[in-house]
């Protein structure tokens, strides 16, 4: 990606919203277009197990390994903005490209580790967002990474995740057309799927009434003028 146009400090958006566009680009467009949101047991649950993530209180530094968190993030090739819940500082094995450590010796490679509620998902959704953190640390730390991981909070587990060259691109093509979108204002009309009864915002994403283009008065009979 380095033949990418950088974007300027004003067209930054946040990167925790490519994990919501690939998840399903209305989403993505009613959160961070038309500003609506609404909270479920999963977004709460989501959110608490971020914050303890967030804590920079919670150190943990050894010879083998540093952990910092909240970790600011940019990337202007991608043209997006965030955090990280954490990045560990491995000591560098070989020749392996690394950076300094204020008070420590050696080179050290930075790895993200993304924290999420539930359990894997059936899409890549979780790994797009943690590649674009890894993009965003590359080109703030000139070094690069060629894995993270995400930490499932139901199964107490990490998986790693490679940070291939296909990965990179879908990350990429992602952040263009969230651009594109978010310069145009457009909200893309509803997809209706199994992937609806997962979204925290369906109530308010009306799937049944957007999907597809129809009178009021269709609606009406369809939706209030049910049988009783």
């Not at 587990?157 to 093509?173: C, G, K, Y």
């Amino acid at each position: 990606m380095t033949d990418r146009l950088p974007y300027a400090e004003e067209d930054l958006l946040p990167l925790s919203g490519i994990q919501h566009f690939a998840f399903c680009e209305r989403q993505w467009a009613l959160i961070h277009i038309e500003q609506q949101w609404a909270e479920s047991v999963r977004t709460v649950e989501g959110r608490h197990l971020h914050d303890r993530a967030h804590n920079p209180l919670l150190v943990d530094a050894t010879d083998s390994r540093v952990v910092t968190r909240a970790v600011p993030l940019v990337s202007y090739t991608l043209g997006l903005s965030g955090q990280a819940d954490v990045v560990e500082f491995l000591p560098v094995q070989g020749d392996t490209p690394g950076i300094s450590l204020s008070g420590r010796t050696g080179l050290w490679q930075p790895r993200p580790v993304e924290y999420k509620r539930g359990r894997p998902k059936p899409d890549n959704r979780d790994a797009v967002q943690l590649c674009a953190q890894a993009v965003c640390l590359e080109e703030m730390l000139g070094v690069p990474i060629h894995s993270g991981d995400l930490y499932y909070g139901q199964t107490r587990h990490r998986e790693r995740i490679a940070l291939d060259a296909d990965l990179r691109r879908q990350v990429a093509e992602l952040a263009d057309r969230m651009h594109a979108l978010f310069t145009a204002g457009r909200t893309p009309r509803a997809t209706k799927g199994k992937h609806c009864s997962l979204c925290s915002i369906v109530d308010l994403c009306l799937p049944n009434l957007t999907a597809r283009p129809r009178s009021v008065r269709k609606y009406v009979e369809d939706e209030v003028h049910q049988p009783t």
